[in-house]
């Protein structure tokens, strides 16, 4: 019972954080019942996979399906142990007393030598090996605490809502839209699949754009959780690192309309600002 309180509070304090997730939620329920051709059955049933996506999604198995699909793994080796333990505690401890709201948190590494650090689930941080043989000691704090600041304000309960919840939900009402369609082939049935699948395909398009200026609004957040706690300098020497050793690309306009991450060099203006660095005069 109690985990079932916890998942329905996850919920709904994340949808509250995001409501713009609940239209997506209608939209993609809609959706599926007009593809099941509105027959009665289809309001319910359609609801209940739902609401069993997503109890899944916010639950220890979306945690764990997280971790797997981002192939983490815990801390295994004295050294990672000795060095990367200290360092969360620290950071943990300090959010925790800032925010004593602050759920339990488990870090993880990824053995990779990009240099990235994630959050995800509800419980979940991971940094790749890249991002430990990289960074400081203090940017690595830093890079926590940005972390830490994204569970914190349920920005990665985004990714369990979209990409577990919704992709459980896809696989399980998928055989119903066959089975529909094979009893109701008619061509007005066609035509209205098809005109309301295009109607959707261009709200979905128009979603991705807005999550993703959530998405830029949330890690400009997290970096001034990160300066709150005092790792301000600590992360602008981290995004400079970051922007060092950037390629950059030329994207094209569509790809930078649905970018999850501001630029980095507006990040690290944004925080000197705030920093109150000098400049010289133009």
């Known amino acids: ?8 509070s996850d919920f709904r304090n994340f949808t509250s954080e995001n409501p713009m997730y609940l239209i997506c939620s209608f939209v993609y329920y809609l959706a599926s019942v007009t593809f099941l051709f509105f027959q009665w059955w289809a309001f319910f049933l359609v609801a209940i996979i739902y609401i069993i996506s997503m109890g899944i999604a916010f639950s220890s198995i979306g945690e ?18 000795n060095f990367l ?11 925790k007393a800032a925010n004593p709201e602050l759920g339990q948190i488990s870090l993880f590494v ?3 030598m990009t240099v990235n650090a994630c959050a995800m689930g509800r419980h979940t941080i991971a940094v790749t090996k890249g ?9 690595l704090k830093a890079i926590l605490c940005h972390e830490i600041a994204h569970i914190l304000h349920y920005d990665t309960a985004a990714t369990l ?5 919704n992709g459980i939900f896809m696989l399980l009402i998928l055989p119903l839209k066959l089975l529909a369609s094979s009893m109701r082939d008619t061509r007005f049935g066609q035509v209205v699949n098809g005109i309301f699948g295009a109607l959707v395909a261009v709200f979905m398009f128009l979603m991705n754009i807005a999550m993703a200026l959530d998405s830029r609004e949330a890690e400009r957040r997290a970096d001034e959780y990160a300066l709150k706690l005092g790792y301000g300098e600590e992360m602008v020497q981290a995004l ?9 690309s030329e994207s094209s306009l569509i790809k930078r309309l649905i ?14 600002i705030k920093l109150g660095v000098q400049v010289e005069e133009e």
Do not use: C
Request: hydrophobic share 40%.
């Open 1 to 8: 019972m109690d985990s079932i309180t916890r998942i329905v």
């Open 64 to 81: 764990w399906l997280m971790r797997t699909f981002n192939h983490t793994r815990r801390l295994e080796t004295a050294q990672e142990k």
């Open 85 to 95: 333990r200290p360092l969360f505690r620290e950071v943990y401890n300090k959010a």
């Open 110 to 112: 990824i053995d990779n």
């Open 131 to 139: 991002a430990i043989s990289t960074f400081s000691e203090d940017e």
């Open 161 to 165: 809502y979209a990409l577990v919840g």
């Open 240 to 248: 400079y690192l970051l922007e060092k050793i950037n390629l950059g």
């Open 259 to 272: 970018a999850s991450h501001p630029r980095l060099t507006a990040r690290i203006e944004r925080l000197e």
